[in-house]
């Protein structure tokens, strides 16, 4: 029998070695192409990188694409044969595989052409590149380019050959700013980026029909000195309608408009409501005209601006309750009232505006699933009904109810393990400021300023324990002062949480540890806050930011106010928190190459509280540890400092009035929507005052001896609309230990299974965790 096995490993193997082969498939006489490389001769210049990026994307073809350095689509197809039907070769050569690209579709000198031009096109006027094929083996090859890119050319002079019409003026009013800049290298990209400029002021002085095709470039390289001199001039058979200005006369709204009933949208001009500077046809009265004044920025017999225009048109989508649209501009003619003939151009502009609205009404139903490194698992299913035009003033009315559960599937169960919740929301947003004055506030970015109001009970219930009740409320003005730059200020934030029902098991609790009092004493909140955010993200942004600040206060004004009694400062007979909260979120997203992320987080929170409060109210302490923090701990189990809670630490509440953290992952693109990361996490939460229950928890200048120290790995299934992210991870530090026994890489075991027990953490979340 022993011979019979070995034979059947034998063939097994060879079948393998077969399926493995790359070369299988290639033709007689052909080889397989592995690639090519591209070189440099001579010396590099200081963005070499971004050359030698766009140099080896030049190259074609590509070879075989590959899954961790191994060709598996070749070697699928090398495992089957040519398909005579929908079976199983079928699916190995037309499916999953893919067939070994050859030497012979390799164009050397086609290639070749295109990286001199490409040199050409960076200002490497006298490039040359060679090609030259090395062999590997039989039947492997790959390809070789070696660019001699010779002298760099660089900008002597820029002339803008402009005349003494209107369109002349205006150009040469403009060339401050220039992309083609004296002493640079020439680059067509900057040619490119000089006429969308030019481009883009015109249009901002009325010049609306002119394009940037309309401008030439000339280069003229016959110093012999390694210079080029630029001449920018408008091309001659450019159309009249392109070398004048044009003012706006009429600009009118279609806020019901569909494609299915278009023709009859435009001939409704019967029906038509003058408003202010625009007119409006809305036959149906579905939107009030006010909530169009502070969305169109174009004015009727003013100069057309392209800035006024985009505006408008981000205006109008940014509502929130149109689903398209579009702008139509036409030019307004002279009529000859005998003849009906159109005559001369007026110089002037009608625009057009069609909103195809939203459903008015929706209904959205959520299922989410948790599961927390603490051994809790829970479900929640949330209902929203949407009113997107409440009071015909484009307002979002939302209400919002959801019911949840959570238990405990291991570690032991405990008293009061299990807990539901049930929350009831009622939020409006409004497209604009809400502000006491009546003074209109219209600031004028593409994005539209919101007020949001809201109301909001929950109910959380621990069996067994005790029940906690929340009552919020908030204004808040959202506002999105750029691109990349948000604010959110809620002048108005309301907190009031009220626990009932609690039993004598939670009193026995309380017994062993009291600070656990604090997790549902009753609390009131009369604060505001502040938040500002940036973020500069973008898929081919090689260094990208964001940076949030935020600053949380309560009880400041009523503290001045509320003379101080017996039981301190209170509003109907409760006392109100009192404290000062700062906050700041830094990370650093660094794109190595496609696919290959690395980010750097650094968060640091700090809480003041005085007055009325000892501590931070609970609810806005800060926590640690799961899976959007340091994912080597359970959540809430770390801290404060080197204490350790040893008594509840299943109750997992730790919390402090100060929080550092810092993260570093490395995210790699695996194939198709898996992706994996490494990463190393850092940090630890504090009290800002001593005490006794929480020996060794206060903040001191040893506190960088008390940070705790985790790295793990990670899976990602990034399938756009949701990320499912599975990180595994593992203390390097623990700050609860002796201070010369608190790193522990000499004692990770991951083949004893009590070791894992006590220390592989599993984080399953939905998206990233910063």
Avoid at 194 to 216: M, P, S
Avoid at 356 to 385: D, H, M, W
Avoid at 482 to 506: D, G, I, Q
Wanted: hydrophobic residues 35%; positive net charge.
């Amino acid at each position: 029998m022993r011979t019979n096995y070995s034979h059947i490993i034998l063939l097994m193997a060879a079948l393998c070695i077969s399926a493995c082969s790359t070369t299988r498939t290639v033709p007689e006489g052909d080889r397989l192409y592995t690639g090519a490389t591209v070189k440099w001769e001579g010396k590099k210049p200081r963005d070499y990188a971004t050359l030698e990026g766009g140099l080896e994307g030049s190259v074609r073809p590509k070879p075989n694409r590959k899954f961790l350095g191994m060709p598996i689509r070749l070697w699928l197809y090398n495992l089957g044969n040519k398909p005579k039907g929908k079976g199983l070769n079928y699916l190995l050569r037309e499916k999953w595989g893919e067939p070994p690209v050859l030497l012979s579709a390799v164009k050397r000198d086609y290639t070749s052409n295109v990286l001199e031009q490409y040199l050409v096109d960076h200002g490497y006027f006298q490039a040359d590149v060679a090609s030259a094929i090395k062999y590997k083996g039989r039947k492997k090859s790959s390809a070789v380019y070696t660019a001699t890119p010779s002298l760099r050319y660089t900008i002597n002079s820029v002339t803008y050959e402009t005349d003494s019409t209107q369109l002349g003026k205006a150009i040469d009013a403009s060339t401050d700013h220039s992309s083609l800049v004296v002493g640079e290298p020439y680059s067509l990209d900057s040619v490119k980026a000089e006429r969308e400029r030019l481009h883009n002021r015109l249009k901002e002085q009325g010049y609306y029909y002119f394009t940037a095709d309309h401008l030439l470039v000339e280069v003229d390289s016959t110093q012999h000195n390694g210079t080029v001199n630029m001449y920018v001039t408008v091309k001659k058979d450019v159309s009249p309608l392109a070398k004048r200005p044009y003012y706006m006369r009429r600009i009118t709204l279609f806020p019901n408009y569909s494609l299915e009933q278009d023709s009859l949208t435009r001939s409704s001009r019967g029906e038509v409501m003058v408003y202010r500077n625009f007119r409006i046809v809305d036959p149906e009265s579905k939107f009030k005209p006010k909530i169009f004044r502070r969305a169109v920025f174009l004015r009727p017999d003013s100069l057309y601006r392209l800035s006024s225009h985009d505006i408008t048109l981000q205006r109008l989508i940014g509502l929130g309750v149109f689903k398209f649209v579009k702008g139509q501009f036409r030019t307004v003619r002279e009529k000859d009232s005998s003849t009906n003939r159109m005559l001369a151009d007026t110089g002037r502009l009608d625009a057009s505006f069609y909103l195809t609205p939203y459903p008015q009404y929706s209904l959205q139903a959520e299922l989410r699933g948790t599961s927390k490194s603490n051994n809790f698992v829970g479900s929640e299913i949330k209902i929203t009904e949407r009113n997107r035009n409440w009071r015909r003033a484009a307002n979002m009315l939302e209400i919002s109810a959801s019911g949840g559960m959570e238990w405990q599937t291991g570690g032991g169960q405990i008293v009061g393990g299990n807990s539901y919740s049930l929350k009831g929301e009622v939020a409006l947003t409004v497209p604009r400021f809400i502000l006491p004055f009546r003074r209109l506030l219209n600031i004028r970015t593409p994005y539209v300023p919101r007020t949001r109001i809201s109301a909001s009970y929950e109910l959380y219930s621990r069996q067994n324990l005790y029940n906690l009740n929340a009552y919020t409320f908030q204004w808040q003005y959202l506002w999105k002062q750029t691109r990349f730059l948000e604010h959110t200020w809620a002048p108005v934030a309301v907190t009031y949480v009220l626990p009932t029902n609690t039993t004598p098991a939670y009193d026995s609790i309380l017994k062993v540890d009291p600070v656990q009092r604090r997790s549902i004493e009753k609390q009131f909140i009369l604060g505001a806050n502040y938040s500002a955010t940036y973020n500069n993200q973008e898929p081919n942004r090689i260094h990208s930011f964001y940076l949030n600040g935020n600053v949380d206060i309560s009880g400041n004004i009523a503290g001045l106010i509320i003379p101080k009694g017996d039981s301190g400062r209170t509003i109907f007979g409760n006392p109100f928190a009192q404290y000062i909260r700062l906050g700041g979120d830094v990370r650093h997203y660094w794109q190595l190459s496609k696919g290959n992320v690395w980010v750097n987080r650094f968060f640091a929170g700090y809480g003041l509280p005085y007055g009325n409060s000892a501590t931070l109210p609970f609810v806005k302490q800060y926590f640690t540890g799961g899976s959007s923090s340091l994912r080597g701990f359970r959540a809430r189990t770390l801290g404060p400092g080197s204490y350790r809670d040893t008594t509840s630490r299943y109750l997992a509440n730790e919390a402090g009035d100060i929080k550092l953290e810092f993260n570093s992952e490395l995210r790699m693109h695996l194939a198709s929507v898996l992706n994996a990361a490494v990463f190393i996490d850092a940090g630890n939460i504090w009290l800002q005052k001593k005490n006794v229950n929480r020996p060794g928890g206060t903040f001191t200048s040893h506190f960088l001896k008390e940070i705790a120290v985790d790295a793990g790995v990670g899976l990602r299934v990034d399938a756009s609309i949701v990320v499912v992210r599975l990180d595994l991870a593992f203390p390097l530090r623990k700050p609860w230990l002796p201070e010369n026994e608190r790193w522990v890489i000499k004692d990770i075991r991951f083949g004893d299974p009590d070791w894992r027990k006590e220390n592989l953490i599993l984080n399953i979340a939905i998206g990233y965790p910063f």
